[in-house]
C-alpha cells in the first residue's frame, strides 16, 4: 500500500506551529502596511517581509528536519535564526529597529538546549550582534543598547532556569518509571514463581499418590512374568519372549514411577561445604561415560570457595543440564560449563549451539511432564528446577531457535562473619 506524503507531513504539525504562522503573518501584514521610515522619509527596508518569513519558516522547520546530529542539529538552527535575525535588524534600521526582540529567539532555544554556559555564549554572540550596530552611521541616534542586552541575559537565564528544573524533573519521572518498571517485573516473577510452586505441589500429591497405586500391580505383574517364564516349556519361545517383554516393560515403568516419587518426595537439603568445581567434575563425568563422543569443555573461576550446599543434589542438577545440552548438541558439538562468583552468590552456565528452544516453549519447560524428546517424560528440568529452588537460587534460559541455549543457575552463598577476638 503506497505511503500518503500528505498524511506523513501532517503527522509532524504540531499545535504551536499554528501559533508561529499567526504570529509571522502578522509581523509580516505590519511590515507591508507600515514599513519603517528613516526621518527623511525613505524606506529602510522596502522588503523587510522577506527575512521575516525566512525567519518564521526556520522556527516552524526546526523540530522537523534533525538531518544533523542532535546537538549539532540544534546548534545550527540557534546559529541560522541568529543569523536571520541580525539581517532583519540591519534591513530595518539597525540600532532603532522594531524588531529587536527576534533576538530573543536563539536565545530562548539555547536555553531549553543547553546548560546556563551555552545560553550565556548565544546571547554573547546576540549581545555582540548588538553592539556591532554601534559602528552604524546613525549610531548616535540609537537608545542605549545596554538595555536591551540586559533583556536578553535576563531571558536567557530565566529559560535556562525554567529548562533545568524541567530536566532534573524529567530525570526524576524517568527513573521512577524505570524503578516501577523493575518492580513490576520482579512482581511478574514472583507471580510466576508462585504458580509453578502450585502446580508442582498440587502435581507433585497426584504423582506420589498414583506411584503408590500403581507399584502394587507391577510387582503382582512382574512376578507372574517371572513365574511364567521359569514355568513355560523350553520349547515355547513365543512365551518365554512375551514373559521377558512383559519383566522388562515393567522394569522400565517401575523406573518412571521412582522418578515421579522422587519429583513428589519433599526435598530435604543435606547441607555442607562442598567444592562446586568437585561436584561438576563428578556429574560431567557421568555424561562423559554415556555420551562417548561428547564434547564438553570446563571453564571455572578458580576463586570460588568451598560453601554450604547439597552436593548430591546440585550433581544430580548439573548431570541433568549437561546431559540435556549434549543431546541438544549436533554430533561433534561443543558444550561449555563454565562458573563465576556473582553477587552474593555462584553462577553455573551451561551452554550449548544445538537446536535451541522456541520462544513459545521457554515458559514452559521447567513445567512437570512438559518435554520436547519423543520418549521423555518431562521430569528432568521440573526436578532440577525444584532443587534449585529448594536451595534459594534461581535457573534461566537464554536460547535462540538453530544457534543453541545457555542455561543460568544461581545459586547464593551466605555471607561469612569474621569473629573479632574479645
Known sequence: MPVNP?????????????????????????????????????????????????????????????????????????????????????????????YWPVLLLPVVSAGTSFGLAGTLVFTAMASAAILAFLLHP???????????????????NLVTTLAQDLRVQSERHRRTAEQLAEANERIQQAEKAARRSDRLAALGQLSAGLAHELRNPLGTIKASAELLQRNVSAENEVAREMAGFIASEVDRTNSLVTRFLQFARPLKLRRDNADLN??????????????????????????????????????????????????????????????????????????????????????????????????GVGL????????????????????????????????????????TAP
Do not use: C
Open 6 to 98: 500528505f498524511r506523513s507531513w501532517w503527522k509532524m504539525v504540531r499545535p504551536g506551529d499554528f501559533v508561529w504562522l499567526a504570529v509571522f503573518a502578522t509581523l509580516v501584514v505590519t511590515a507591508l502596511e507600515y514599513p519603517y521610515t528613516y526621518s527623511d522619509g525613505a524606506i529602510a527596508g522596502p522588503f523587510e517581509w522577506v527575512p521575516l518569513i525566512a525567519l518564521g519558516i526556520a522556527q516552524i522547520l526546526e523540530p522537523k528536519i534533525p538531518a544533523l546530529p542532535s546537538k549539532t542539529n540544534r546548534i545550527f538552527w540557534i546559529v541560522l535564526k541568529g543569523l536571520l535575525g541580525v539581517i532583519l535588524l540591519a534591513y530595518t534600521g539597525a540600532g532603532v529597529s522594531k
Open 138 to 156: 546613525h549610531a548616535e541616534f540609537f537608545p542605549d543598547l545596554r538595555v536591551r542586552i540586559a533583556f536578553l541575559v535576563m531571558v536567557g
Open 278 to 375: 568437585q561436584t561438576l567434575d563428578r556429574a560431567i563425568a557421568q555424561v562423559e561415560r554415556e555420551a562417548k563422543e561428547a564434547a564438553i569443555y570446563r571453564n571455572y573461576a578458580p576463586e570460588i570457595a568451598p560453601f554450604p550446599f547439597d552436593a548430591e543434589l546440585m550433581e544430580r542438577v548439573f548431570y541433568n543440564l549437561v546431559l540435556n545440552a549434549v543431546q541438544a548438541s549436533p554430533p561433534g558439538g561443543a558444550v561449555s560449563v563454565k562458573t563465576r562468583a556473582a553477587d552474593g552468590g555462584v553462577e553455573i552456565a551451561v551452554i550449548d549451539r544445538g537446536v535451541g528452544i522456541e520462544p513459545q516453549q521457554r515458559d514452559s519447560i521447567f513445567n512437570p511432564f512438559f518435554t520436547t524428546k519423543p520418549e
Open 380 to 419: 528432568g528440568l521440573a526436578i532440577v528446577s525444584k532443587i534449585v529452588d529448594e536451595h534459594g537460587g534461581k535457573i534461566t534460559v537464554e536460547s535462540e531457535p538453530g544457534k543453541g541455549s545457555v542455561f543460568h543457575v544461581l545459586l547464593p552463598v551466605p555471607a561469612v562473619r569474621e569473629e
